[in-house]
């Protein structure tokens, strides 16, 4: 019998006991054997921890085992971002799976991407395809078939893009590259994750995932989406779509992406100008449907943005750095697989392109 590669599943919570109830029972399930399972909680202020205690949780540690259950207490909220940082520093495992506490999955979903990173140790990072939780035949939102970005910075997926999501009729069931995976059900390398920083805590949350995803890119390492495996997602578990607050994270940590990932100075300066406009137009739309804290939230992303340039250009220097130091096969050159060289904002708002697979790419 060959080894099977040491995996963690590791869910962040935060007063989300009602999805633990409801998801954690399909994790549990699952098939892969070498497979530790963590909840990580953000300082909930419901009775999650109170429940995961009563089925069986206990105090992570070092000597943590196959088979398991275990959780890590926070002692405040960090956030996405930070909360996975925080937990990722303590795991050991070969692979680790970032899953959204609303996230349904089937016995199988693990195997087939363990399979495909094991093969190829260029493979940094994977996703499985996500479906609707509510509506099964609808890709969902937050990845749907694999993450897509266009040149000034926007993403986008196979089977989503912007809010119209494509019914899943087996059009996007092929192994792909990609440029970013989603964090709903996020494969890593462990090590990779640490050693390249992890997210960046001062995002919060959003846009997280695709900051990591384009610096693996930048380090020559592959992203990929494997549609063999198939997990079923509710979305918007914390923070609501038409939420300000994510609006206002969306549009803040798009700027700091473009800012810190841009190949050159340049070109960073030109891409960030040119989403200021955009911004603009959202903000326009946002106007002529009298969302008018949604507006309020740009500003304020934008007035953040800007007071953080400074910060974000010393990490554009630190993650270079890194990038060099942990580039695949010494090559510390950006994969470019995922990328959409024109406007998807275009494409879709002009074009009334709403299907990835009518986009000439």
């Not at 962040?12 to 029972?25: A, C, E, S, T």
């Not at 940082?85 to 996230?103: G, W």
């Not at 140790?121 to 509506?135: C, F, G, N, T, V």
């Amino acid at each position: 019998m060959i080894k099977e590669s040491s995996v963690a599943v590791v869910i962040l919570n935060w007063n989300g006991k009602i999805y633990l109830q409801d998801f954690l029972p399909s994790v549990f399930a699952s098939s892969y054997s070498n497979l530790q399972i963590i909840v990580v909680d953000n300082c909930s202020t419901d009775d999650s921890v109170q429940y995961l205690r009563s089925i069986g949780f206990e105090n992570y540690n070092q000597n943590a085992i196959a088979g398991k259950k275990y959780l890590i207490q926070l002692p405040e909220n960090y956030g996405f971002a930070k909360g996975y940082n925080l937990a990722m520093a303590e795991i050991k495992t070969e692979y680790a799976i970032l899953l959204n506490s609303d996230v349904e999955v089937s016995a199988d979903w693990i195997e087939p991407i363990i399979e495909m990173m094991d093969a190829d140790p260029q493979i940094a990072a994977a996703m499985p395809k996500i479906l609707m939780h509510s509506q099964k035949n609808l890709f969902e939102y937050a990845g749907a078939a694999g993450g897509w970005m266009d040149k000034y910075g926007y993403p986008f997926c196979r089977g989503r893009i912007f809010g119209k999501l494509e019914e899943d009729l087996g059009q996007y069931k092929d192994s792909a590259e990609v440029f970013w995976a989603s964090g709903a059900a996020f494969f890593v390398r462990t090590k990779l994750f640490n050693e390249i920083g992890g997210f960046d805590a001062d995002y919060f949350a959003h846009m997280e995932e695709i900051d990591l995803c384009w610096r693996l890119k930048k380090a020559n390492y592959k992203i990929m989406v494997c549609p063999e495996s198939t997990v079923w997602h509710v979305g918007g578990g914390t923070l609501q779509a038409e939420s300000p607050k994510k609006v206002y994270l969306n549009f803040r940590n798009s700027l700091s992406t473009l800012l810190k990932n841009k190949e050159t100075a340049s070109a960073a300066i030109s891409s960030v100008f040119i989403r200021l406009l955009l911004d603009g137009v959202a903000g326009l739309m946002f106007l002529t449907k009298g969302k008018f804290s949604h507006i309020i939230a740009i500003v304020k992303a934008h007035w953040h943005f800007f007071a953080g340039l400074g910060r974000d250009w010393k990490k554009r220097k630190t993650n270079q750095k890194l990038i060099t130091a942990l580039a695949f096969d010494n090559n510390p050159t950006t994969n470019s697989k995922g990328i959409y060289n024109k406007s998807i904002v275009f494409q879709h708002f002009v074009k009334n392109i709403d299907k990835f697979s009518d986009l000439k790419t």
